[in-house]
T-cell receptor, first 112, second 113 residues
Framework: DAMVIQNPRYQVTQFGKPVTLSCSQT?????MYWYQQKSSQAPKLLFH???????NEADTPDNFQSRRPNTSFCFLDIRSPGLGDAAMYLC???????????FGAGTRLSVL | AQSVTQLGSHVSVSEGALVLLRCNYS??????LFWYVQYPNQGLQLLLK??????LVKGINGFEAEFKKSETSFHLTKPSAHMSDAAEYFC???????????FGSGTKLNVKP
């Protein structure tokens, strides 16, 4: 059974139209991460939550926001998607100081 | 600061041949090291990890990696490639403040029949 679930798997949006990607987990992990992965590149960390504490990467554009209403759910909001935001978005979780991150299958975002 | 370098963005081997994917890291503290595999349009799946103890680590699907501190390396190997091993492989190091993982740029493994 999937433990980190991302919906939808494929998302198409229009240039400038806000879009939200969702991630849920059944692992009860306290840390959740959002990565952006462009074709043939490494996943790039956008931000992560440690419990309710939000940690933004210094180079994450303001266009990207996140919400974590509870332990199980985390959302990635892109306020005004540009063509350069088309990518795979990966959600991951980990438990505190444990070393393993568990990844969802990702959401592939297309911007028209 | 931590960083990871994967040498070779593409590696091609014949089925049954040795697989060697290279990873070098930079870390100011003892590193925790990982290899992940990613199949097309999928998330990342953990293959193996090194934290402490034995420097030769065995993972899933017959893969193993050896932590060599003197060489700052953590190369991934498999004695005999299978067609199903064709995927992209990422090496990662965990930062000292444990919440952040730094990934290499990935190596795409192609397995020829």
């Amino acid at each position: 059974d999937a433990m980190v679930i991302q919906n939808p798997r494929y998302q198409v949006t229009q240039f400038g139209k806000p879009v939200t990607l969702s991630c849920s987990q059944t692992l009860n992990h306290n840390v959740m991460y959002w990565y952006q992965q462009k074709s043939s590149q490494a996943p790039k960390l956008l931000f992560h939550y440690y419990d309710k504490d939000f940690n933004n990467e210094a180079d994450t554009p303001d266009n990207f926001q996140s919400r974590r209403p509870n332990t199980s759910f985390c959302f990635l909001d892109i306020r005004s998607p540009g063509l350069g935001d088309a990518a795979m978005y990966l959600c991951a979780t980990s438990r505190g100081q444990q070393n393993i991150q568990y990844f969802g299958a990702g959401t592939r975002l297309s911007v028209l | 600061a931590q960083s990871v370098t994967q040498l070779g963005s593409h590696v091609s081997v014949s089925e049954g041949a040795l697989v060697l994917l290279r990873c070098n890291y930079s870390s100011s503290v003892p590193p925790y090291l990982f290899w992940y595999v990613q199949y097309p349009n999928q998330g990342l799946q953990l293959l193996l990890k090194y934290t402490t103890g034995a420097t030769l680590v065995k993972g899933i699907n017959g893969f193993e990696a050896e932590f060599k501190k003197s060489e700052t390396s953590f190369h991934l190997t498999k004695p005999s490639a299978h067609m199903s091993d064709a995927a992209e492989y990422f090496c990662a190091v965990r930062s000292y403040n444990f919440n952040k993982f730094y990934f290499g740029s990935g190596t795409k493994l192609n397995v020829k029949p």
